[in-house]
């Protein structure tokens, strides 16, 4: 995929995001969501069972799958339409998407002018701070237009 394209793709992301950015802050119930609501509607395990087909032990399983992260999308959709919620399911990043993109960047950037540094430090050819900044900076936007195959990889 082009440069082009995926720099659109972020920022159409970046935006979608924004609307999202209260989910960050929310907790799920100590209980999970599932019984919280469950309890809330006053349904009983039995009553949740008959409405999905299950029986109420299983129910209980579910419960506590979904607060040790065991339990699949596919049966948290069912149980939400079984108390008439909706289940939403996102990656919501913690910062944006381009501002992931540039943190990356910086890494990669600094590891790899740093070896140049080093070699100009022994030729006895420093740079000024000012020109290190320009040069990072380059090196940055270079390495997300041109996403090497290493762009990743935190070795």
Same mark, same amino acid.
């Given at each position: 995929?082009?440069?082009?394209? @995926? @720099? +659109? #793709?972020?920022?159409? *992301?970046d935006?979608t995001f924004e609307t999202?950015s209260? +989910? @960050?802050? /929310?907790q799920p119930?100590?209980?999970?969501w *599932? &019984?919280?609501?469950? %309890?809330?509607?006053? #349904?009983?395990g039995k009553?949740?069972g008959e &409405?999905?087909?299950?029986?109420q032990?299983r129910v /209980? ?7 040790g ?7 948290? &959709? ?5 108390? =008439?919620?909706?289940?939403?399911y996102a990656?919501?990043? !913690?910062?944006?998407? %381009?501002?992931?993109?540039q943190?990356q960047?910086k890494?990669?950037? /600094?590891? !790899? *002018?740093? @070896?140049?540094s ?5 030729? =006895?050819?420093?740079?000024s701070n ?10 940055? %936007?270079?390495? +997300?237009r %041109?996403l ?5 990889s =935190?070795?």
């Amino acid at each position: 995929m082009q440069s082009k394209h @995926r @720099r +659109i #793709m972020r920022d159409q *992301l970046d935006k979608t995001f924004e609307t999202l950015s209260k +989910i @960050r802050e /929310v907790q799920p119930p100590v209980k999970g969501w *599932l &019984r919280a609501i469950r %309890e809330a509607l006053g #349904m009983s395990g039995k009553q949740l069972g008959e &409405r999905i087909g299950v029986s109420q032990p299983r129910v /209980v399983q579910m419960e506590k799958d979904e607060l040790g992260g065991a339990l699949t999308l596919k049966t948290m &959709r069912q149980v939400a339409e079984a108390m =008439d919620c909706m289940f939403v399911y996102a990656l919501v990043p !913690r910062t944006s998407l %381009e501002q992931t993109m540039q943190d990356q960047a910086k890494k990669v950037a /600094v590891k !790899r *002018l740093s @070896r140049t540094s080093h070699t100009m430090l022994l030729e =006895d050819q420093q740079v000024s701070n000012d020109d290190q900044q320009k040069m990072l900076n380059a090196k940055m %936007e270079d390495l +997300i237009r %041109e996403l090497p195959k290493d762009f990743w990889s =935190d070795k």
